[in-house]
């Protein structure tokens, strides 16, 4: 066997031994460049094996890797499709400038910094990857365990207060998870996603209730995850008190919810269930669109900048769930085309925050007059950039993905409400962010101290990389919007990926790792 056929794997391993390294290396002063220095390579070469994966997946190949070369639905499985390998490469262009900035010196704040980070890229990694909804609970107490220690990562009292809450509604979420999958095992005797996919449609009512039932609770739990309304509420605290790199992180980790959300009420329960067809149909669309306005509203009355961004997550998070909730391959690869871009500018405006406020003397990060920062056409030019992009304005990306998302809801019977309610956030969104940059770069008070001197290079290069990487979302639309329609039809395509996956449907009993072309639709790479 060779390397390639590896590559499925290493997403998830890369990171765990490269954490058991640096926990063996120790977390002394002395030690730690080399600590970052292990940790930045590790991370430069899962960004590699992820964009591997993307190239692989984008020519139709759907590769699944047993592990111990057990066959599904009884043995472990990792899936690669085109929304995973997405997914793998999203988590990578995020967490390499996030750990960038973290080695100017937020990784000296507490210990163990690196290993935590690399736990926390293992469960993102795995949750992505997993082929069966046992693992998908594994891998989210993995990257939950590693974000309950990155959340209080420094300490202070507002993280510890904060981060109890953060710790106890998760492990409440966790229960209700179980209980969610023990539902379905009971119904069909599998949690392997591809053999869920063919048994749900069989069972009828009445024992489809069942099921049913466990689709919803299964709906609380990731739309907690995720920060749906009315689960939301934990969010923007959490998110504000975190330190900035570890919330430009966390930027990816509610898009775990909306991922598991898609692969089990999109497609599970979607519309070749059976009596369990569009199960959360009703609840899905009204409840995202309820999201976005919430978060909107949250973001006007925040009275600090990461308390703001933290409310536009849960605004953009309604905005991809809407898409989804349209249940259409052009609603959802506008939804997956809008993630990308929405994940990167929030990360990178966690960041921005965070060299903004340490330039304002004691008013920090309230949006209250203070004196002038001391690279205001830098940081205002990449505010506004931001601004721009996570508004929706033209040409930037986030326009596009708004644009695709409008288009596909155009016939829905919910097209005004979604209509609406995209264009109306989409304003306010622009007008606080406005109101902050006003507040931040031209509301100046001579009589208060600011900082002397700009924010280090390194810094500075993290956060434009992420805002960068979103610009050229727009110059690559073409070739993005031609994966992300592929993505959506792959999705689509039930039985393709159960003959991937199953060994009794066509799978290869012998080989750990089996490419399976998917049919293509026409104009797709």
């Known amino acids: 066997m060779n390397f390639a056929d590896q590559l499925p794997v290493l997403p998830v391993l890369l990171p765990l031994f490269t954490a058991v390294v640096l926990l063996l290396l120790g977390d002394d002063e002395a030690r730690r460049p080399w600590a970052r220095r292990i940790a930045l390579a590790s991370v430069l070469l899962g960004a590699v094996l992820a964009f591997r994966l993307v190239e692989q997946a984008a020519t139709g190949v759907l590769t699944v890797y047993r592990l111990g070369e057990w066959p599904a639905p009884f043995g472990i499985v990792l899936v690669v499709d085109r929304l995973a390998a997405l997914m793998l490469a999203l988590t990578a262009a995020v967490a390499v400038p996030v750990l960038l900035y973290a080695t ?33 609970f594994v891998f989210f107490e993995v990257l939950l365990i590693a974000s309950y220690v990155l959340m209080t990562h420094g300490l202070g009292r507002d993280r510890l207060r904060i981060g109890t809450q953060y710790v106890v509604l998760n492990l409440a979420a966790s229960a209700l998870f179980l209980v969610g999958v023990s539902l379905l095992y009971a119904q069909t005797g599998t949690l392997n996603m591809a053999d869920l996919a063919l048994r749900v ?5 009445p024992e489809a209730a069942l099921l049913q039932a466990g689709a919803l609770l299964l709906l609380v739990v990731f739309g907690f995850k995720a920060a749906l309304v009315p689960l939301a509420m934990w969010l923007p605290g959490t998110y504000a008190a975190a330190s900035a790199p570890v919330a430009a992180l966390f930027a990816i980790m509610t898009k775990v919810g909306v991922y598991a959300i898609w692969r089990v009420h999109g497609v599970i329960f979607g519309a070749d269930a059976g009596a369990s067809a569009f199960t959360v149909q009703p609840l899905l669309l009204p409840i995202a669109l309820a999201t976005s306005v919430v978060g909107v509203a949250g973001a006007l009355a925040s009275h600090t900048l990461p308390r703001l961004i933290a409310w536009l997550t849960v605004a953009s998070v309604g905005t991809i769930v809407a898409a989804i909730g349209l249940f259409g391959a052009a609603a959802w690869s506008a939804a997956m085309y809008y993630l990308v871009n ?93 109101r902050a940059g006003s507040i931040l770069f031209w509301s100046v008070r001579h009589d208060v101290q600011g900082a002397s001197a700009g924010s280090s290079p390194k810094l500075l290069a993290a956060t434009m990389a992420l805002l960068l990487m ?40 012998a080989d750990t790792v089996r490419p399976y072309r998917i049919p293509q639709p026409s104009g797709t790479p």
């Open 104 to 136: 100017g010196g937020w990784d000296a704040h507490g210990r163990h910094f690196h290993a935590l980070f690399q736990f926390q890229l293992m469960g993102l990694n795995g949750a992505f990857l997993t082929g069966d909804l046992f693992n998908l």
């Open 201 to 205: 449609p069989k069972v009828a009512a």
């Open 342 to 434: 929405s994940t990167l500018v929030i990360a990178g405006l966690f960041l921005l925050s965070e060299l903004v406020s340490s330039q304002r003397g004691p008013m920090a990060d309230r949006l209250e007059p203070c004196s002038p920062v001391a690279q205001p056409a830098l940081l205002g030019l990449m505010l506004l950039l931001a601004a721009a992009s996570n508004a929706g304005l033209p040409p930037l990306p986030g326009f596009i993905g708004k644009l695709m998302l409008l288009q596909a809801a155009s016939t829905h019977p919910w097209a005004v409400a979604v209509w609406v309610v995209v264009l109306v956030v989409g304003f306010f969104t622009l007008v606080g962010l406005a």
């Open 470 to 509: 979103s610009v050229l979302l727009s110059v690559w639309a073409g070739p993005m919007q031609r994966y992300t329609a592929a993505a959506a039809a792959q999705l689509t395509d039930r039985d393709a990926y159960a003959r991937a996956v199953l060994p009794e449907m066509g799978g290869a009993q």
